[in-house]
């Protein structure tokens, strides 16, 4: 059973970074991309980075690319978001998802597995 646990999550003022961490477990992902969406209230489910699971190919959306980056550590099975320069805007619930496939798609609902979800509050 695939299991998703994000962690890393907190309250920042503007130009503060944070690292977001994604546990995954329950199969191996080789052959996977996994993504970080986020949701803010009365919005729709964001896409934020995706990573191929095998290779570390990278994707991001216009709002966050030059400020964000999305990693992944094999061996323990880790995929990271590391924020820089934060703004308020990115104040949001932060999830981790998977789909199988190497398409790194924005569409969050393309993946089949995801996390609880973890607050990033940016504050001015």
């Known amino acids: 059973q695939v299991q998703l646990v994000e962690s890393g999550g907190g309250s920042v003022q503007a130009e503060g970074s944070l690292r977001l961490s994604c546990a995954a477990s329950?199969?191996?992902?080789?052959?996977?991309?996994m993504g970080w969406f986020r949701q803010a209230p009365g919005k729709e489910r964001e896409f934020v980075a995706a990573?191929?699971?095998?290779?570390?190919?990278?994707y991001y959306g216009d709002s966050v690319k030059g400020r964000f980056t999305i990693s992944r550590d094999n061996a323990v099975n880790l995929v990271y978001l590391q924020m820089n320069s934060l703004k308020p805007e990115d104040t949001a619930v932060y999830y981790c998802?998977?789909?199988?496939?190497?398409?790194?798609?924005?569409?969050?609902?393309?993946?089949?597995?995801w996390g609880q979800g973890t607050q990033v509050t940016v504050s001015s």
């Open positions: 990573i191929r699971w095998s290779g570390g190919d990278t």
């Open positions: 329950g199969r191996t992902f080789n052959g996977y991309t």
């Open positions: 998802g998977a789909r199988p496939g190497y398409i790194m798609s924005f569409d969050y609902l393309s993946y089949d597995y």
